[in-house]
């Protein structure tokens, strides 16, 4: 986990991706207590018991907080200022770097999905060297096509053969052992 921690780009793709596309893009609620809700440009009284509705796009894609913000920008979330527009990341019913309360009705489980997605693309650029897709909208949302994937090829080690000090090179594999997964050379080479 620490490794993962220490990959800002592929944490920012995560991001910049449930930002783009929300997975949960309309919420709704009723006050529970009058309230003022303030845009850019205006204000808006909220009575209790009034019914609210959210479009989650109209906030994750406000051109006032985020540059070319129709548009997918793998780095926006590195660095402080990137660290600074989470904040604004409102995809699991509130902002990112909020905790979910049982007073909040923030996503339960928003680290969990992150952290999911977070593997997936680290276990996407581990098995293939390279990918092609194509993106275009559906009535759904985006729509992602894969079209082309070259897989990586298993990492080799060098190992001297103590018969005739030939070096030979053996493909590796992913081995559990006592102290947990291992890579390992196969014995056949």
Known sequence: MAAIEQMPLMKSVVYESLRIEPPISLQYGRAKRDLV???????????????????????????????????????????????RLLRHVLW????????PTVGNKQCAWKDFVVLVSRLLVVELFRRYNSFEIEVSQSPLGAKVIVTSLKRARRPTIKTVDCQD??????????ATGGGGLSRRPTESG
């Open 37 to 83: 809700i303030e845009s850019h440009d205006a204000a808006f009284d909220v009575k209790e018991g009034e019914l609210l509705f959210g479009f989650q796009p109209f906030a994750t894609k406000d051109p006032k907080i985020f540059e070319r913000s129709e548009e997918f920008v793998a780095d926006k979330f590195v660095g402080e200022e990137g660290e």
């Open 92 to 99: 699991s019913n509130g902002p990112d770097t909020e905790s």
């Open 165 to 174: 000090n030939r070096q030979v090179r053996r493909p590796m594999r992913w």
